[in-house]
T-cell receptor, first 110, second 115 residues
């Protein structure tokens, strides 16, 4: 059975801090790993990673995948209160089925 | 391009009833997947449709079913509702072509409450 584990479960930081969110996985026929941000609505897409060692970057957010060690990290630098959300990691298998982790709840205090 | 739309946004039903939820994918997207999100279980995959055919199915009972129409719009049906079916039901679409590996984009969800 495919499995995705995220850590930490929750995190409280202050504006300006840098955070690192972790995602480890066990999946048969891995295709890609995706990061989503979920506020009080549907998850919004952040990154899709398919190759090891290639960093994807969007503004203050970046992510990298290690297919040998089966994990990914999501970094957020210079955090802002608007970054407060649940961050979801999901792994897609060859059948395009997503298995989600339990999420990391990030709270950024002013 | 308009995003994924889902109707209705909120629904209240009683045990034993049935419900139909609708999802319209992003224009040009042919794959539609359905997920159930609950505080206890997180996001769980229900099923995926591509070109009017169910391509994948998660571990949910037969009370959960779906279909896809020729315009890629999809419906999900839950029969004989149980209290535990209360959840946020999310639909996601992608331009998935077998083997291509595309990102899934989520709609706003339908929040179902079963009393």
């Amino acid at each position: 059975e495919d499995k995705v584990v995220q850590s930490p479960l929750s995190l409280v930081v202050h504006e300006g801090d840098t955070v690192t969110l972790n995602c480890s996985y066990e999946v048969t026929n891995f295709r890609s790993l995706l990061w989503y941000k979920q506020e009080k609505k549907a998850p919004t897409f952040l990154f899709m990673l398919t190759s090891s060692g290639i960093e994807k970057k969007s503004g203050r957010l970046s992510s990298i995948l290690d297919k040998k060690e089966l994990f990914s990290i999501l970094n957020i630098t210079a955090t802002q209160t608007g970054d407060s959300a649940v961050y979801l990691c999901a792994v897609a298998n060859a059948g395009n089925m997503l298995t989600f982790g339990g999420g990391t709840r990030l709270m950024v205090k002013p | 391009k308009a995003g994924v739309t889902q109707t209705p946004r909120y629904l209240i039903k009683t045990r034993g009833q049935q419900v139909t939820l609708s999802c319209s994918p992003i224009s040009g997207h042919r794959s539609v997947s359905w997920y159930q999100q609950t505080p206890g279980q997180g996001l769980q995959f229900l099923f995926e449709y591509f070109s009017e055919t169910q391509r994948n199915k998660g571990n949910f009972p037969g009370r959960f079913s779906g279909r896809q129409f020729s315009n890629s719009r999809s419906e999900m049906n839950v029969s004989t509702l149980e209290l535990g079916d209360s959840a946020l039901y999310l639909c996601a679409s992608s331009s998935e072509v077998q083997g291509a590996g595309e990102t899934q984009y989520f709609g706003p969800g339908t929040r179902l409450l079963v009393l």
